[in-house]
């Protein structure tokens, strides 16, 4: 039931929030245009094939959907996902050199919880033995 479009043009306004830089990045400079330029209304499996939308759900599992989505980001390290989120968004449409040199120098590394989640995984106990 979900449906995406930019009305910006529909009403004699202008993207101010970034809709103008992040569409293209997203889907494509031609699509971004006709979405653009057209204004028109796209449905869910369209917003998925031109990679607006990562993936659907009909409406009746979306509930359940998105708690085994969540159950499976909070089963991580909470520590990973801050810092991947500041690394993607920190060189959000930079150059690839740039980046990558941006990951090493400001990357986190390892988090707090690192060795108990291989402990956890290779069944022993963390902070026990050598590294």
């Not at 809709?19 to 869910?44: C, E, H, N, W, Y």
């Not at 659907?56 to 909070?74: T, Y």
């Not at 920190?90 to 990558?100: E, Q």
């Amino acid at each position: 039931d979900a449906r995406f479009g930019d009305t910006h043009a529909k009403w004699a306004l202008t993207p101010v929030w970034g809709m103008s830089q992040r569409l293209p990045r997203r889907v494509g400079t031609a699509t971004a245009k006709r979405l653009m330029f057209t204004a028109d209304m796209i449905d869910a499996e369209e917003a998925v094939r031109i990679g607006l939308a990562e993936y659907a759900v009909p409406r009746a599992d979306f509930d359940r959907e998105i708690e085994l989505l969540a159950e499976r980001i909070i089963a991580n390290s909470a520590f990973s996902h801050r810092a991947n989120k500041r690394l993607i968004e920190a060189t959000d449409a930079w150059a690839m050199d740039a980046g990558l040199q941006w990951e090493v120098t400001e990357g986190d590394g390892r988090g707090p919880d690192m060795q108990a989640r291989i402990a956890a995984f290779t069944g022993k106990k963390a902070g026990g033995g050598s590294a």
